[in-house]
């Protein structure tokens, strides 16, 4: 029998995904550890290709058939017993009530995951005749009253409309409608704003706030903006080429940073009141292609701080704090010395 | 993939401590990546249809197949209209290479002789088994122009005093084999030629939609709605049946590809008119308007080169349509005639049941139209998925 | 021969680029527009950026395409200070522009769709050199210079565009629009694409080329920190219009029109400390009207009042001091108290 920490309602343990193409092996996700405490919220967080979505779909086993995963997933059920959702067979009763009620996902972008031949009301209300055996009748009701949650207008009259009659920004709340329509226990948010203007964003990201308030969601957030997590989530996990790098609580990741990337990425970030003329610091090179990992640290080759154990060591998961994991050879005796001091 | 550190990257932020030589990420690269960077894009697409197997056989059967046409009067052992004298509707022979006397590393075939049936009149052929009648290679019979150039009469196989029929003969005593061969030279190249006249028109007409828009547009894109709402095969007989009966026959097969390419092109049209209406407005296109490049050679080297790869994935993917449509025509007696030899006009002779059931064998015609219906869809199967080589 | 200030080398003058709607099956007919940008006026001076600023489908790229005559302007002046003297650019010929191309380029937004991927790096580069005679050493040489000054090896030239990351990529972009040595540079969302780490990397350079080379930017993007790094003055854009226009540190410190002032809350700051509270402003951009009416921006208007819905506010100036910009195009301009950043 599978154990999990007291509290968590979700643990990925060593979770590797791999892709099969023609070309090659794409070395997704590489080794990935989180946990999701129950109510609260974690950030995931990395630039473009790093695995956040990969990481995410495997939760809901989204993935296409030539995806390879192995590792744990690890989900709480409200009795309490613990399944492992990676063990579950694909497309199976399981994973589907697990997708229907438990696990609730907004996408990128709405338009790829509402159907653009069923009206709204048709999609917001499957789940809960389906799940939560309401009537026609009262699935209506509720689906106005969500539409109307997140700020719909004239939600009696938008519910029979088709997305393609929603403008970007409400069909990103009809989505959020749709997650809450299961009475989901885990919402898992993937870039819900990367493509929304900045003020839209701000209206997104406030509703996702009330909502997960609201309703006691535990919440993954995935994002490439550090700015976004800050203000929106308990947890933050950076990760780099598919693998968590560095994490912790939000406080502490900001104001404590450990792995050379964590730090770059931070300097990196335009700041409001930045000065004319400044010279943003950047990270040298690009990100490596996921085809071909270089051994050792992945993050070594545009590190600062290199050393010659980076070129073949993996790093080891180290905790620098009471929360706090870095993955970086920088701090290999610092475990010692964090058990020392506590 | 890349992170070779510039000089400028490096000054610009923290200094980089050197690293040890073999930590270079960007001297380590390897051989295969690096060659990737410099491939052109015919060169990605090759390395991609390389892994279409079944194109590549399709690919390698279609080669094999023109080689044959080209090389027709050589490879067959007669002429197309050599009429044999007392072997009508001699069935397929058999090539062998040993009977009840043994192997013979040479392979042979039986002479074969005529008997009616007197109670049903029908005829007979007979094996004579008593006699072996060596099938020779290089062997000289009756004259043709090679490649339409050299006068030569050395045909590939024939057996000396006797006949070889390896698909039997028709009606009027023609050997099928040669006449397959000589066949596959008319109706295998009339899909290249009408194609080749469609890409013509559908470039010019779909570029210029395409490229000037507005109401020169308009009217190109009212002129396709219309041709393609005719429907297909009563147009071609109208239009085959208003060919001038007296013409040549290579005037009716001029006739019928112009035929097939004025319907053909349509789709071509559209296809490209799309591919420029998006590419005009492609980043890149008005980048090189502004970096002051004429509006010819932006069309040669930006328009052009960016869908060239599709259209030919397409235009192998239309050949087959056109074969058939020259089978459907000759077959239906419109198109091609006598004595001029295509698949179809073979296939029309097996048109009667009576005859089909009494020789099956001249069906060996459709078979090849299959094969090469076939082979050609494969293989633009495998071009459609090469094409556009730096897509996901 | 049109004036303009000595210092000035782009004034852009009351632009306007409308495009028709048709319908119609055989005769197509005009039955409305799409005002994309409507009345424009700037102007910028010699080795100073001025920063374009607003959320997707105001205009911003319909302004940059217009001043470089990539698309013809329905309505307005674009005079452009070129080494033999002032041009119209809205009303020159084919000659003409291809001339003062030389001095005015472009860098493009998307690092993919901007590059063709059939051509080697070198031939990218050299299309300006090669449309303006230059002989096949000469092009050689230029663009290896090229390559060295964004940054990039020269041994490169031979590659493809898909052996380079978006970064790179956005290099070469740069490279090509320096190659005939420009004195204005319009960059349309030049760093919008790439990744954090990335992006400040191509903002130095930006930076640094214009130190180096004294060059004059007129600098798009949607995201105002990074504008606060590069620009010396910015003009916000709502549905086609220019809301308010002033000194980079005025504009950030005391906007003066509600919607620069919503822009503004509305980026989560990288600071988990800082109170984000995204005064969340009401509706979402809608695509330009087809008629004005009053303020384009009364309907999410928090202050809105009588006069917004009724008459179209005139950019004007409210500034005291003649060396000081701002200009703002609200009719309560004098009287909100509006937050900025520090
Ligand atoms: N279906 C797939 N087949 C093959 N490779 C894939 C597939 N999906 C993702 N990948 C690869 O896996 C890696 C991780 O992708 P993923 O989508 O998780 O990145 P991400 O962190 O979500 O990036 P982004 O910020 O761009 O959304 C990438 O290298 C990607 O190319
Ligand atoms: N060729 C065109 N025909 C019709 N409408 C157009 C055309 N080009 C642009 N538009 C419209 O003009 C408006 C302004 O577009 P533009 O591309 O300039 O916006 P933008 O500010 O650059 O937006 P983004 O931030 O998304 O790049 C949009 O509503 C767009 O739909
Ligand atoms: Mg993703
Ligand atoms: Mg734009």
Redesign the pocket.
């Known amino acids: 029998m599978d154990t999990m920490t007291e509290g968590n309602i979700l643990e990925v343990r060593d979770l590797t995904v791999r892709?099969m193409?023609n070309e090659g092996t794409?070395h997704?996700v590489n080794g990935v550890t989180f946990s999701l405490p129950e109510g609260k919220s974690i950030g995931i967080v990395?630039?473009?290709?790093?695995?956040?979505?990969?990481?995410a779909y495997s939760v809901t086993q989204l993935l296409?058939k030539?995806?390879r995963v192995s590792g744990q997933i690890l989900f709480r059920e409200k009795e309490g017993t613990i399944t492992d959702i990676a063990k579950l067979p694909v497309d199976g009763k399981e994973i589907r009530r697990i997708r229907g009620q438990e696990i609730s996902m907004i996408f990128?972008e709405p338009m790829s995951s509402l159907s653009p031949v069923h009206t709204v009301f048709n999609q917001l209300a499957e789940a809960m005749i389906l799940f939560q055996g309401m009537t026609k009748k009262q699935a209506r009701e509720r689906c106005v009253e969500l539409l109307k949650l997140v700020g719909i207008e004239n939600a009696e009259r938008r519910v029979d409309e088709y997305p393609f009659q929603f403008s970007g920004g409400m069909r990103q709340r009809a989505m959020i409608a749709m997650a809450l329509a299961r009475n989901p226990r885990i919402l898992i948010a993937d870039?819900p704003t990367t493509a929304l203007d900045v003020t839209l964003q701000a209206q997104v990201l406030s509703l996702i706030q009330e909502m997960q308030d609201e309703f006691k969601l535990s919440m993954i957030l995935i994002t490439?903006a550090l700015g976004v997590v800050a203000h929106m989530v308990d947890y933050i996990h950076i990760m780099y080429l598919?693998r968590v790098v560095e994490s912790g609580p939000t406080l502490e990741i900001f104001e404590n940073p450990k792995h050379p990337y964590t730090r770059g990425l931070l300097n990196s970030i335009p700041k409001l009141h930045g000065k004319r003329g400044q010279r943003v610091s950047s990270i040298p090179g690009a990100v490596p292609s996921?085809y071909s990992l270089p051994e050792g640290c992945v993050f070594r080759a545009r590190c600062s701080e290199r050393r010659s154990a980076c070129m073949y060591e993996i790093p080891r998961r180290i905790q620098v704090g009471s929360e706090h994991y870095v993955s970086c050879c920088l701090y290999d005796g610092e475990e010692d010395q964090y058990a020392a001091n506590a | 993939m890349d992170q070779g550190l510039s000089s400028q990257q490096a000054t610009q932020n923290v200094p980089l401590p050197k690293p040890p030589s073999a930590d270079d990420d960007s001297t380590a690269l390897g051989k295969t990546e690096e060659k990737v960077f410099y491939a052109t894009q015919w060169q990605l697409m090759w390395w991609k249809f390389r892994k279409h197997k079944v194109a590549m056989v399709s690919a390698v059967v279609i080669i094999f197949m023109y080689i044959c046409a080209i090389f027709a009067p050589f490879i067959a052992p007669y002429a197309p209209t050599e009429r044999h004298r007392g072997f009508l509707y001699v069935p397929p022979q058999k090539v062998r290479f040993w009977d009840e006397n043994g192997f013979s590393l040479r392979p042979f075939v039986y002479p074969i002789e005529q008997e009616i049936d007197i109670m049903t009149m029908q005829r007979k052929y007979i094996e004579d088994t008593s006699k072996r009648l060596p099938v020779k290679f290089f062997v000289r019979g009756s004259s043709y122009k090679l490649l339409g150039l050299f006068e030569c009469d050395i045909h590939l196989f024939g057996v000396e005093d006797g006949k070889v029929f390896l698909f039997g003969t028709d009606n009027m005593g023609r050997d099928l084999f040669t006449r397959v061969l000589y066949g596959a030279q008319i109706s295998m190249s009339i899909g290249l030629v009408g194609v080749f006249l469609s890409l013509l028109l559908g470039l010019v007409f779909g570029g210029i939609s395409g490229y000037y828009g507005g109401a020169v547009d308009n009217a190109i894109q009212r002129i396709i709605e219309v041709l393609r709402s005719f429907p297909t095969i009563p147009l071609w007989m109208a239009l085959g049946a208003a060919l001038p009966p007296e013409l040549s026959p290579v005037g009716v097969y001029m006739g019928i590809t112009i035929i097939l390419s004025l319907i053909g092109w349509t789709a071509l049209g559209r296809q490209v008119r799309g591919k420029v209406l998006a590419l005009k407005n492609e980043d890149f296109v008005i980048a090189a308007r502004l970096a002051g490049t004429s509006e010819p050679r932006i069309i040669m080297t930006h328009l052009i080169p960016s869908f060239m790869s599709h259209i030919i994935a397409s235009l192998t993917l239309s050949i087959p349509s056109m074969i058939l449509a020259e089978t459907s025509l000759s077959f239906l007696g419109i198109g091609l005639r006598p004595p001029v030899v295509s698949w179809g006009v073979m296939l029309q002779q097996a048109q009667n049941v009576n005859t089909l059931m009494m020789a099956p064998w001249l069906l060996i015609p459709g078979v090849f139209v299959v094969v090469y219906v076939l082979a050609f869809n494969f293989l633009g199967d495998g071009l459609r998925d090469a094409a556009d080589p730096y897509g996901v | 021969m049109p004036q303009m200030p000595e210092d000035t080398v782009l004034q852009v003058t009351n632009l306007k680029k409308y495009f028709p709607i048709e319908s119609g099956f055989l005769r197509r007919k005009v039955v409305g527009n799409v005002r994309a940008v409507d009345g424009v006026s700037f102007y910028i001076k010699k080795g100073r950026t001025l920063g374009l600023v607003g959320e997707s489908g105001c205009g911003k790229t319909t302004v940059a395409r217009t001043i470089l005559r990539a698309i013809d302007p329905t309505e307005g002046s674009i005079l452009f200070r070129t080494r033999d003297g002032i041009v119209d650019m809205a009303t020159l010929d084919n000659e003409g522009l291809k001339k003062a191309r030389t001095e005015i380029q472009m860098v493009f937004q998307d690092p993919y769709s901007s590059l063709n991927p059939r051509m080697p790096i070198m031939d990218i580069i050299a299309e300006p050199l090669r449309a303006h005679g230059y002989s096949r050493k000469d092009q050689e040489e230029r663009v290896k210079e090229l390559l060295e000054l964004v940054g990039l090896r020269a041994e490169y030239a031979r590659r493809y565009p898909h052996s380079f990351s978006g970064g790179q990529r956005q290099r070469i972009g740069i490279a090509r629009a320096l190659a005939l040595n420009p004195s204005v540079v319009v960059a349309d969302e030049p760093v919008s694409a790439l990744d954090v780490s990335v992006q400040a990397q191509v903002l130095n350079l930006l930076l640094d080329l214009q130190e180096q080379m004294g060059l004059t930017y007129l600098f798009i993007s949607h995201d105002l920190s990074v504008v606060r790094y590069l620009c010396d003055r910015v003009a916000v854009m709502y549905l086609g219009r220019i809301v308010e226009l002033a000194d980079v540190d005025i504009l950030y410190g005391q906007p003066r029109h509600p919607y620069t002032s919503t822009l503004l809350s509305s980026v989560p700051d990288a600071d988990p400390r800082s109170a984000w509270h995204a005064k969340a402003i009401k509706g979402e951009i809608t695509g330009p009207p087809r008629e004005v009416r009053g303020c384009a921006f009364a309907p999410r208007c928090p202050y809105a009042v009588g006069i917004c819905k009724s008459t179209a506010p005139e950019l004007r100036s409210i500034s005291t001091d003649e060396s000081v910009t701002h200009e703002v195009a609200c009719h309560l301009a004098e009287e909100l108290e509006l937050e900025g950043v520090s």
């Open positions: 892709f193409m794409v997704a990395g630039e473009s290709g790093c695995g956040k979505t990969v990481s296409p030539t995806a990128q870039e490439h598919g996921a």
